[in-house]
């Protein structure tokens, strides 16, 4: 007579197994992921440390704006001794990675003499990082306004100097300045990258913050809005900014509006022609 063997519950199998037990409870009843209560009563650390990188962006993008243009400029020299130093600026800061440039500033540039302090050194290395970047769109911008401009304001005889700060870098300015933007926002972005030379901006704050109640999602978590927050304010201010600068171009003519401009033009000028003769 053959017996049958009696079937194992499978709930004392799962106990059974490594690492077995009760499931873990759901995401959003596990106390770490819902006491928020306790990481936002850090507020004004994060307040004050948002503050300090919206601060240090600005000065950083100041930098780079100004040496952009400088850039711009060089790489559009007729001189070779010119070109040669803004081209190696270039090449080097966008072929080696923006960290290593803040070790550099902070940690290098003490053993030549000078010495900056953490905040110094990271506005410096953000500056001429992304410096490198705006000298190529700087560039562009300027190159994309047609030459005709130029020699038009040769021939009202405005000097070199005053023809690109009067009629060149505006309309290139309007051209790039969406990639200028776009630029301001990487560098707050990319200030995240400070905390490595203890600067207590955002992520390097957020990071000490962590490391004392070890509440991680809400922690980043609170950082990551406070970012979005600053990125998105940033690009307001800039869209309204750009909206009273740059107002929109005058509506182009119909065909037959410049027809008819055309025709009362030369009949004006056959008319001066006979009074003078």
């Known amino acids: 007579m053959v017996r049958r063997q009696a079937r194992i519950p499978a709930e004392p199998v799962l106990l059974s197994l490594p690492g077995g037990g009760p499931p873990p409870p759901p995401l959003w009843r596990n106390p770490m992921f819902a006491d928020w209560t306790y990481a936002l009563q850090d507020w004004p650390t994060y307040l004050g440390a948002a503050w300090l990188t919206l601060k240090l962006s600005l000065a950083a993008f100041v930098l780079a704006c100004a040496l952009g243009l400088l850039g711009a400029l060089a790489r559009r020299s007729r001189h070779a001794l010119v070109r040669a130093p803004a081209a190696v600026y ?112 955002l992520t390097g704050t957020a990071m ?26 940033v690009v307001l201010v800039a869209e309204l900014i750009g909206r009273a600068a740059f107002k929109p171009p005058l509506r182009p003519m119909r065909p037959r509006q410049s027809v008819l401009a055309g025709l009362r033009s030369a009949a004006r000028r056959l008319v001066l022609i006979r009074k003078e003769a």
């Open 208 to 233: 000490v913050i962590n490391s004392r109640n070890l509440l991680t999602i809400q922690v980043f978590g609170i950082a990551a809005v406070l970012y979005l927050v600053l990125t998105n304010a």
């Open 90 to 201: 270039v090449e080097v800061i966008r072929n080696t990675p923006v960290l290593l440039q803040m070790f550099v500033a902070y940690f290098a540039l003490p053993s030549a003499g000078l010495r900056l302090s953490p905040v110094q050194a990271g506005i410096a290395a953000l500056g001429l990082n992304v410096g490198a970047y705006l000298t190529e769109i700087f560039r562009a911008g300027i190159q994309a306004v047609p030459r005709g401009q130029s020699e038009a304001s040769r021939v009202l005889a405005l000097s070199p100097f005053r023809t690109f700060l009067h009629v060149v870098l505006p309309q290139a300015l309007r051209n790039v300045y969406p990639a200028v933007i776009n630029q301001l926002v990487q560098i707050i972005l990319g200030s995240s990258l400070l905390s490595a030379i203890s600067v207590p901006e």
